[in-house]
């Protein structure tokens, strides 16, 4: 047999190996009734069985992919015409919530910075709650920056919010009211598989449509952003997308969370206990700030107290949205606010870090 045929029979099995473990996580977390089961067990399991030592696990990116697109879809045809005033309407706070957090990254990266020892310029950009991958490729563009713990504290973070924010949500700290926000389940009706066909098709083509065009005019996570925005606008026409089922619903979180427990690789850093605390207690104080936000935000606004805590919870737009959905937030409202976070973060905070990184090298001089 081929080299190359060795290596794919290979990748294959890792392959395999790596969706019997997942599936086996999901099912557990399912069958002991924990939060979110299809996105929390899979991550779970693969992050401890890639731990051992010549435990070869992969997860395609294309796998990841297609999971975000089936969520996207599902958020986007939760928009109507209401939430989207709702939308406008909360700008002047979406403005002032995402200012006081970068605020609250900017101090931490300080502390954490003389406590430390690690440059300000890697502090800062290891606390500022943007995207992973474009955080990343924004750090390999400057130089000076530790891109090694930069990665490990965004992963961290990402992965300790969609363990916590479930638990958080569970919690007596959040009433259990419903929402007016759209839900994969109105009126006691669950979507059937049957009512899908023949629309979905047509849906199906055109969120992969937008899902690529999204990547090539590099928008923020293009395969969850793009079927969202193309669906909302579809949606907006009075073009309604049909609802999903649960269980393609839990699917998609399988899809994404077998690709985030394989992120995390504590292996490669060098100092690992004092950086591993380091990230964790990063995103404590960002999960503590954020909650107390959303108290404020939900004093102003009509929204839940679930709802106001994923808007501004500190993890990466698509998690949080699919998070959104299986509890029942007003999912529309959640992603509009992680949406403008996002952009917000990109047009200002890198000038910001450019001007931290330029005085810190001068300082060095």
């Given at each position: 047999?081929?080299?190359?045929?060795l290596?794919?029979?290979?990748?294959?099995i890792?392959?395999?190996?790596?969706?019997?473990?997942?599936?086996?996580?999901g099912?557990?977390?399912s069958?002991?009734?924990?939060?979110?089961?299809?996105?929390?067990?899979?991550?779970?399991?693969?992050?401890?069985?890639?731990?051992?030592?010549?435990?070869?696990?992969?997860?395609?990116v294309s796998?990841?992919?297609?999971g975000?697109i089936?969520?996207?879809?599902?958020?986007?045809?939760?928009?109507?015409?209401?939430?989207?005033?709702?939308?406008?309407?909360h700008?002047?706070?979406?403005?002032?919530?995402?200012i006081?957090?970068?605020?609250?990254?900017?101090?931490s990266a300080f502390?954490?910075?003389?406590?430390?020892?690690?440059?300000?310029?890697?502090?800062?950009?290891?606390?500022?709650?943007?995207?992973?991958?474009q955080?990343?490729?924004?750090?390999?563009?400057m130089?000076?920056?530790?891109?090694?713990?930069?990665?490990?504290?965004?992963?961290t973070?990402?992965?300790?919010?969609?363990?916590?924010v479930?638990?958080?949500?569970?919690?007596?700290?959040?009433?259990s009211e419903?929402?007016n926000?759209?839900?994969r389940?109105?009126?006691?009706?669950?979507?059937?598989?049957?009512e899908?066909?023949?629309?979905?098709?047509?849906?199906?083509l055109?969120?992969?449509?937008?899902?690529?065009?999204?990547?090539?005019?590099?928008l923020?996570?293009?395969?969850?952003?793009g079927?969202?925005?193309?669906?909302a606008?579809?949606?907006?026409?009075?073009l309604q997308?049909?609802?999903?089922?649960?269980?393609?619903?839990?699917?998609?979180?399988?899809?994404?969370a077998?690709?985030?427990?394989?992120?995390?690789?504590?292996?490669q850093l060098?100092?690992?206990?004092?950086?591993?605390?380091?990230?964790?207690?990063?995103?404590?104080i960002?999960?503590c700030?954020?909650?107390?936000?959303?108290?404020l935000?939900?004093?102003?606004?009509?929204?839940?107290s679930?709802?106001g805590?994923?808007?501004?919870?500190?993890?990466?737009?698509?998690?949080?949205?699919?998070?959104?959905?299986?509890?029942?937030?007003?999912?529309?409202t959640?992603?509009?606010?992680?949406?403008?976070r996002?952009?917000?973060i990109y047009?200002?905070?890198?000038?910001?870090?450019?001007?931290?990184?330029?005085?810190?090298?001068?300082?060095?001089?």
């Amino acid at each position: 047999m081929k080299k190359w045929d060795l290596n794919r029979v290979s990748r294959g099995i890792q392959l395999l190996a790596a969706i019997v473990t997942a599936f086996i996580g999901g099912g557990l977390f399912s069958l002991i009734r924990l939060p979110i089961p299809w996105l929390l067990g899979p991550m779970a399991a693969l992050l401890i069985t890639s731990r051992f030592k010549n435990v070869k696990l992969i997860w395609p990116v294309s796998i990841r992919n297609t999971g975000l697109i089936i969520v996207g879809y599902s958020i986007g045809i939760s928009f109507t015409k209401s939430s989207f005033s709702d939308m406008i309407s909360h700008l002047p706070s979406m403005l002032i919530l995402t200012i006081l957090i970068v605020l609250v990254c900017v101090c931490s990266a300080f502390v954490m910075s003389k406590l430390t020892g690690i440059d300000y310029p890697t502090s800062l950009t290891s606390s500022i709650p943007g995207g992973l991958s474009q955080i990343v490729v924004f750090a390999e563009e400057m130089k000076g920056i530790d891109i090694t713990t930069v990665t490990f504290f965004h992963v961290t973070r990402v992965i300790m919010v969609v363990f916590l924010v479930p638990f958080l949500i569970s919690s007596p700290l959040f009433a259990s009211e419903s929402t007016n926000g759209s839900s994969r389940i109105m009126d006691n009706v669950i979507p059937q598989w049957s009512e899908l066909f023949p629309l979905i098709f047509l849906f199906a083509l055109i969120c992969f449509l937008a899902a690529r065009i999204g990547k090539i005019i590099k928008l923020p996570a293009p395969y969850f952003l793009g079927p969202v925005i193309v669906t909302a606008a579809i949606s907006l026409f009075g073009l309604q997308g049909p609802p999903l089922p649960p269980s393609l619903l839990d699917i998609s979180q399988f899809m994404v969370a077998g690709y985030i427990g394989l992120l995390l690789k504590p292996e490669q850093l060098d100092n690992k206990k004092k950086t591993i605390l380091l990230a964790l207690m990063n995103g404590l104080i960002l999960i503590c700030a954020t909650m107390f936000f959303s108290f404020l935000l939900t004093q102003y606004y009509d929204l839940s107290s679930i709802t106001g805590f994923l808007s501004l919870a500190p993890g990466g737009m698509d998690q949080m949205g699919i998070i959104a959905h299986e509890v029942n937030a007003d999912v529309s409202t959640v992603t509009s606010y992680q949406l403008f976070r996002l952009a917000f973060i990109y047009i200002a905070v890198p000038p910001l870090l450019r001007l931290v990184l330029k005085l810190s090298l001068r300082k060095k001089d």
